[in-house]
């Protein structure tokens, strides 16, 4: 059985990433990208599923664990009864080789560890052929399946029962170490490597991005905004520069339920949050490759624009059940693919001219391709922006009037214009300007409760939604502005439990799947965010206290937490999560009313 969501750490190399155990374990790992199917899928049912266990074999060890320094690196030190060593799990940057290195490095006395080698392709449905060279030094096994192969360098392994294991010791002073790489099949297997040379490159790698960051936050909060920032790098694709939204699919939003999503690929709407949190601590060269990514991206036909893409800018990501997975911890399905990206969602264009403006605010010069894209993008808002649509939420229930999805579109024709009068691009800025403020009308006779001057989710509707917060993110209200807080007091009386945010109330059927989920951690943040900005400070530092006591020990935090069984939940890393716990802090760091 796979453990705890929190339990794991991500090994990540800027083109996929690993899950690894507190117990050593790695549960998860896709190669050679993170939307590639898994080679260890344990994560989504058990070691059958393949895994690759490395660790003591005495029960009475036990272990702590962090990162070495600015990357991720993880060393686990481990404590048995007969000596102490560590391990260094490492996914090597700087040279794409789909490679995981391991190292054991003895410290005191002598430790006994256990090797245990599961692989399976193609998400654990498929057992490769294996192969053994022994008289290699270090001896080398090779599994293959179709399209796929891995060599896996170290020491020797025993087959048997489709896995292979093994036991060695390691003494003070004494260092062992175990590489998989995968490659092609129809290619010859990589060579070997200097492993000290490709740790050194990796710690400096991830220094020299680090030492980019400015404008610190000079708080408690300091470390974990810049861990978030390395988490966002971390899910960004180092050829594309797109940024997958997690590493993981199907861990499940409801603990045996069927709200199970594949997440690695990339959403527009994170754009804007991106751009401005990046740009805000001194990364612009990271804003333009995601800049350079999101005109790719939405190339074309603005009718065919999409919520999502794959991390090269693919549109085609048809979902799929996988009925041989288990599920973490029984939670079916799993899936593959992500049907909201042939959805419908009117906020979309609001997304992606968000992210185009906080670049130009940055500095990023306009081109006139990027801008005459945009054009077309409003253009063809323009004729459907009053369309009932799924909404930020990418519900699976009847298409609504979401006020969310209204105000993106207030804000996309907001941006245009400014495009025009602050920037002096051309455009027809009356024409934007009118239907800006046809917008706005509409949402402030349809969209607001009169009982109580709140904000509601949709038109007509008698609850909110926490993507309000958004609204003066957006620059649509002022975070003081009466229905503002009208709406967050619904927020605190609806949405708020445990201390904790839920995204809306699923009770009501709007999203078309069975009612009950965990609180979203991003929701959370946000209300962090506007309690900052509307003069609850307060409020925001013990909002933010408990949101940040809520990330594991190497300032990993996923999708949602579960109150009831404190534990995460969700897909994992999750960067809407990091994304919001730094806007959030650098709100309260501002100390004003926006």
Request: aromatic share 8%; proline share 6%; glycine share 8%.
């Amino acid at each position: 059985m796979p453990l705890a969501i929190e339990d794991y750490a991500l090994v990540g190399d800027c083109f996929s990433g690993a899950l690894v155990g507190r117990d050593g374990s790695i549960d998860w790992l896709c190669l050679p990208r993170f939307d590639s199917p898994s080679v260890f899928s344990a994560l989504l049912g058990s070691e059958e599923n393949g895994r690759w266990l490395l660790a003591p074999t005495s029960t009475d060890a036990s272990s702590e664990r962090r990162y070495d320094g600015a990357g991720f690196t993880l060393v686990t030190h481990w404590t048995t009864p007969t000596g102490e060593v560590e391990v260094i799990d490492c996914m090597p940057v700087g040279d794409h080789r789909a490679e995981f290195v391991r190292r054991v490095r003895g410290l005191t006395g002598s430790v006994e560890l256990h090797q245990e080698l599961r692989l399976r392709f193609d998400y654990g449905a498929t057992v490769p052929w294996m192969s053994q060279n022994r008289e290699a030094d270090p001896p080398e096994l090779v599994a293959v399946a179709g399209p796929n192969a891995v060599i896996v360098r170290g020491p020797a392994l025993t087959g048997s029962d489709r896995r292979h294991s093994g036991v060695f010791t390691v003494a003070a002073g004494e260092t062992v170490d175990i590489s998989l790489v995968w490659y092609p099949s129809h290619r010859e297997p990589p060579p070997a490597v200097d492993v000290d040379a490709q740790l050194e490159r990796t710690r400096d790698w991830w220094r020299e991005w680090l030492g980019h960051y400015r404008n610190p936050v000079e708080s408690r909060f300091e470390p974990i905004v810049q861990r978030s920032l390395l988490v966002l790098r971390a899910l960004t694709h180092e050829h594309t520069g797109g940024i997958t939204a997690a590493a993981t699919t199907s861990l499940p939003e409801q603990f045996g339920g069927p709200r199970n999503w594949d997440y690695r690929f990339v959403w527009l709407r994170d754009a804007s949050l991106t751009i401005d949190v990046l740009t805000r601590h001194g990364f612009e060269d990271e804003v333009e490759r995601w800049r350079q990514w999101l005109l790719r991206a939405v190339a074309g036909d603005p009718a065919d624009v999409q919520i999502m893409y794959g991390l090269g800018g693919e549109r085609y990501l048809p979902e799929r059940e996988l009925p041989h997975l288990p599920g973490y911890q029984g939670a079916r399905p799993v899936r593959v693919g992500n049907a909201a990206s042939e959805q419908f969602q009117a906020d979309v264009i609001g997304e992606v001219l968000l992210a185009l403006d906080s670049a130009r605010q940055a500095g990023t010069e306009e081109s006139e391709v990027s801008w005459g894209l945009q054009r077309a993008l409003l253009a063809h808002l323009e004729k459907v922006w009053d369309r009932p649509d799924e909404g930020i939420w990418e519900i699976r229930g009847t298409p609504r009037e979401f006020t969310h999805s209204r105000a993106m579109c207030w804000a996309a024709f907001d941006r245009g214009v400014r495009a025009v009068e602050r920037y002096g691009l051309k455009g027809p800025a009356q024409r934007w300007r009118e239907l800006r403020d046809r917008i706005r009308a509409e949402i402030d006779a349809r969209h607001v409760d009169p009982s109580d001057g709140a904000f509601v989710q949709y038109a007509g509707a008698s609850h909110v939604d926490a993507a309000l917060l958004q609204l003066p993110q957006i620059g649509f209200c002022e975070p003081d502005d009466p229905r503002m807080l009208a709406t967050v007091a619904r927020i605190e009386r609806e949405l708020l439990h445990d201390g904790l945010v839920h995204r809306y109330v699923t009770e009501t059927g709007v999203d078309g799947l069975p009612p009950g989920e965990n609180p979203f951690l991003a929701c959370s943040f946000w209300l962090a965010e506007q309690y900052a900005r509307s003069g609850r400070r307060d409020d925001a530092e013990r909002m933010l206290d408990r949101l940040v006591a809520l990330a594991n020990d190497v300032g990993m935090l996923s999708e949602e937490y579960a109150p009831a069984e404190r534990r995460q939940a969700g897909n994992t890393p999750q960067a809407l999560s990091h994304l919001a716990l730094v806007r959030a802090v650098n709100a309260l760091a501002d100390g004003v009313t926006r």
